[in-house]
């Protein structure tokens, strides 16, 4: 561990520049549900056809909601909706869905209707919506369109140097996102959550269906606290804790990515025949390590050390890409091909999603409190980095603008599900985005719960993703209310095998061969990006 000497003083100016929104028509019936102010309704849901956007079947709309909920006759903003109508009967009702983040779009995850089997979704309309400030919805937040791209510093402020150019950065988002204003004062998960209730209203339901995955479970938990009687029937995957909104939750990820991310090392010694990085987990992580400090003193095109830690990074969250990471890791660190990494930069590094992260940024700022000050911020990341190093300090320069954020952090609602009838839960055990932890405290807080565990998974909200024990639970579900039965003590409900380690192939091991971004899918490849933004 280097020396860290004191900083210098940094001192940044926040200016919060004010902007107009195009205001709406108002509508006059009053809504129901607790902490909802009364007095707006917004029209029903115009929608025309955009099949050639989403595929068939879809119909896309727009839905106007208040800027500020504490002002609802006022300015208004648009939330983009998609619809995948029904096809079976008894018709079920709507199921709204959110592919986490914050910041991902929901709009395509509409889809997911396709994806659960018997046709246990079937009897659905399914609702995917873009959050305010997200993808289509208006207006849309950006802040510096080219923060992600590379090279970046590297992540370990191990000089006086790097530690400066990370504060600037991060300041510099931060004032640059002031510009959003004034959305910006209204973008927590409790507006979120309020503008899910005026979807539902807008559709004229007097109840939802909810399907959420990784940071939608938490929308999903303030939702129901909000308006008990407007839920029916809940799935989260992938369940946040709603004690350790948000620093805390992002110094438990750091822990768990440490796990996670080992296991894929293990599994890359098993099959030294393919990979040639080593046949034990020592070893394995050993050339990782060079790799990095050898990009870090001499990137190639955009990746530098920073860059090839996020490539890594996506092992640690899908199983489903450990080969076509491992062809990246193995394309540069034993074959030396610069083309490896120019791929695993191209596939899986979101150098331009600027809208996402703002959003992501804007949510997590402003849902809770964050330290007062860089120095107690920066001792908390050392003490946790000397027992986790992968990720600690990514993960903090990407949360940094948070301590520099123009706009007053809010207290979070006390998530309470003792008055919802119904929820079903999915969580793999060794989850690094969601640590298991916070699956078993929300099933304590919503005694209509069912928890199903996967035992020694290391996936990330990986439902409906072709494990039969799991899937078919959610279709029953989906299409009958059935749960398994409530077990007593703290646990899960029902256990399920994860899916199977990938077996690679020779072939497999170029980074020249399909990736993961290739083969997942336009609708997993969305919801893998939404979860990738750590925090989710």
Request: one cysteine or more; aromatic letters at 12%; hydrophobic letters at 40%.
């Amino acid at each position: 561990m280097p020396v860290r000497r004191p900083l210098l003083a940094l001192v940044a100016a926040l200016a919060v520049a004010a902007g107009a929104l195009s205001a709406g028509a108002p509508a006059s019936a009053a809504s129901g549900g607790r902490d909802h102010p009364p007095g707006y309704v917004p029209a029903p849901v115009a929608w025309s056809d955009c099949s050639d956007t989403y595929g068939s079947h879809f119909e896309c709309g727009r839905v106007a909601v208040p800027l500020d909920w504490g002002r609802p006759q006022g300015t208004k903003i648009l939330l983009a909706v998609t619809r995948y109508a029904h096809t079976a009967t008894p018709y079920q009702g709507v199921m709204l869905v959110n592919p986490g983040g914050p910041g991902g779009s929901g709009t395509g995850l509409a889809s997911l209707k396709d994806f659960v089997p018997n046709g246990g979704g079937d009897g659905y309309d399914w609702i995917g919506f873009d959050p305010r400030g997200v993808g289509d919805s208006t207006p849309r937040l950006s802040c510096i369109p080219d923060y992600g791209a590379g090279v970046r510093p590297p992540y370990e402020p191990t000089t006086r140097t790097i530690e400066h150019a990370w504060l600037k950065r991060s300041i510099a988002y931060a004032h640059a996102c002031a510009k959003n204003d004034p959305i910006l004062q209204h973008m927590t998960t409790v507006d979120a959550a309020k503008d899910m209730d005026a979807i539902r209203q807008a559709l004229r339901q007097k109840r939802i269906n909810y399907y959420g995955f990784s940071y939608g479970t938490y929308l999903g938990q303030v939702y129901s606290t909000l308006f008990p009687t407007h839920v029916r029937r809940m799935v989260f995957d992938g369940t946040v804790d709603p004690r350790r909104v948000w620093y805390p939750a992002n110094l438990d990820q750091d822990i768990a990515f440490e796990k996670t991310e080992h296991i894929w090392f293990g599994w890359l010694a098993k099959y030294d025949s393919v990979y040639h990085l080593g046949t034990t987990r020592a070893q394995v992580a050993a050339q990782y390590q060079r790799a990095k400090a050898q990009l870090t003193k001499h990137p190639v095109g955009a990746v530098g050390g920073s860059e090839w830690e996020d490539i890594m990074l996506y092992a640690g969250y899908y199983q489903s890409v450990w080969t076509d990471i491992a062809a990246v890791f193995s394309g540069w660190a034993v074959h030396h091909d610069p083309a490896a990494l120019q791929k695993g930069y191209d596939d899986w590094i979101e150098a331009s999603d600027d809208n996402g992260y703002a959003v992501y940024a804007a949510v997590e700022c402003t849902d809770a409190k964050w330290p007062r000050s860089y120095a107690s911020y920066r001792a908390d990341q050392w003490a946790t980095y000397e027992k986790t190093p992968f990720y600690t300090w990514g993960n903090a320069w990407f949360n940094a603008p948070c301590l520099f954020w123009p706009v007053k952090a809010k207290t979070p609602v006390r998530v309470d599900g003792s008055k919802v009838q119904s929820v079903l839960m999915i969580n793999e055990t060794l989850d690094a985005a969601t640590p298991y932890s916070g699956s078993l405290e929300v099933r304590k807080r919503y005694p209509g719960a069912r928890l199903i565990a996967e035992p020694g998974g290391t996936t990330h909200a990986g439902s409906l993703y072709g494990d039969a024990c799991v899937d078919d639970a959610i279709a029953a579900y989906l299409a009958n209310g059935t749960l398994p039965a409530r077990k007593p003590g703290g646990g899960a409900d029902k256990y399920c095998a994860p899916l199977p380690q990938p077996v690679p192939t020779a072939a497999g091991a170029s980074a020249k061969a399909m990736t993961g971004a290739d083969r997942l899918g336009p609708l997993v490849r969305q919801r893998l990006k939404a979860a990738a933004a750590i925090g989710s």
